[in-house]
């Protein structure tokens, strides 16, 4: 197998040859057909993370074909679809897992973080926690962004809260496009915050059918219901706040932020609210799934090489990308 690896944040990935990894009890082997390039594995790679295990292959939206069981594996086989999330592992016992909340799990590995992910020909993932792809009749490409921007987009959306109908949407890449989409469809107006200045994603935004796009420190139109940010900039939650209406909330979407600067108690008053949220559950996958499934999302990608994956990460870096970069091995 070929695989992209990380050696020491802050510095390139590496191609290596490895052997192909033997798939140990509960587990398969995937031949990778597609992995999206996800800011966190910006994060990895620059040791903003905790906890990564070093050297690591980066890669947690990745769309697989079976290609090996392990012992006991017996709800897939050779030849299944299926995707790898963020969540590659819940212990299943502690406090947070009795009671549904699996992402917070006491003892959990992440894919690309402390595991090998899918910036690679083959990848290696517990059975139990791969999602089934058999209803998806989109090509590997235009799935493998589902498997982090939409379904950490999903959980941000359901954190905003059904009541939220003017929802804006600071940092418009590849989560903000899916949830954008997901929104409308549930009769949201969609307000889209982008960088200052650029007018090619506020012009993407519109076209998706934003009711208004701008720069983050513009105000918009109307007060917000609810505010997500994709963006990883603590200086976006003031803003953000100062654009809800009484009651509305700020859901902060993001693995890692920057730090979040002090701002006037005012702008939380009237009861607004700062939440954050963190991982994803099982659960949050096959609902998302189930629900594009049945309504396709117009997915936009730039393809890259498994070998230029230190390029599509600089072009994630450099705010270079409309929707998502994938790797394709």
């Known amino acids: 197998m070929r695989a992209m690896v990380l050696q020491r944040p802050g510095t390139p990935l590496v191609l290596q040859e490895r052997p192909d990894p033997v798939p140990g009890p509960g587990e398969v082997r995937l031949r ?16 903003e993370l905790p906890g990564t295990r070093l050297p690591v292959v980066p890669g947690h939206e990745i769309v ?20 790898v999330p963020w969540l590659g592992h819940a212990c299943g016992h502690c406090d947070y897992c009795a009671h549904g909340h699996e992402n917070l799990c006491d003892a959990p590995a992440f894919t690309g973080h402390t595991r090998d992910g899918g910036f690679a020909t083959h990848v290696v993932a517990e059975a139990a926690f791969c999602l089934p792809l058999r209803a998806q009749a989109a090509d590997a490409v235009h799935l493998a962004p589902l498997l982090c921007a939409g379904l950490i987009g999903w959980r941000c959306l359901r954190a905003a809260g059904d009541e939220a109908r003017a929802l804006g949407l600071y940092g418009f890449g590849a989560a903000a496009h899916l949830v954008a989409q997901v929104a409308l469809r549930q009769g949201r107006e969609v307000y889209a915050f982008t960088r200052a200045g650029d007018t090619a994603a506020q012009d993407f935004a519109r076209r998706l059918g934003a009711t208004w796009a701008g720069a983050s420190e513009e105000t918009p139109p109307r007060l917000l219901d609810a505010a997500i940010l994709f963006a990883p900039v603590g200086a976006l939650v003031p803003l953000a706040l100062q654009a809800l209406r009484k009651g509305g909330r700020v859901v902060c979407g993001g693995i890692h932020m920057s730090d979040i600067p002090a701002f006037a108690y005012r702008l939380l008053w009237e009861e607004r609210q700062v939440v954050s949220v963190a991982n994803l559950t099982r659960r949050d996958g096959l609902e998302f799934l189930d629900l594009v499934a049945a309504r396709p999302l117009e997915v936009q990608t730039s393809v890259y090489p498994l070998e230029l994956a230190n390029q599509a990460l600089d072009d994630l870096r450099g705010g270079r990308l409309q929707g998502a970069a994938v790797l394709v091995p």
């Open 32 to 47: 990778v057909l597609a992995c999206a390039v996800c800011r966190t594995d910006l994060h990895v790679v620059d040791g």
């Open 64 to 83: 697989g074909e079976v290609e090996a069981l392990g012992p006991g594996v017996e709800t897939l086989r050779p030849g299944d679809r299926v995707g």
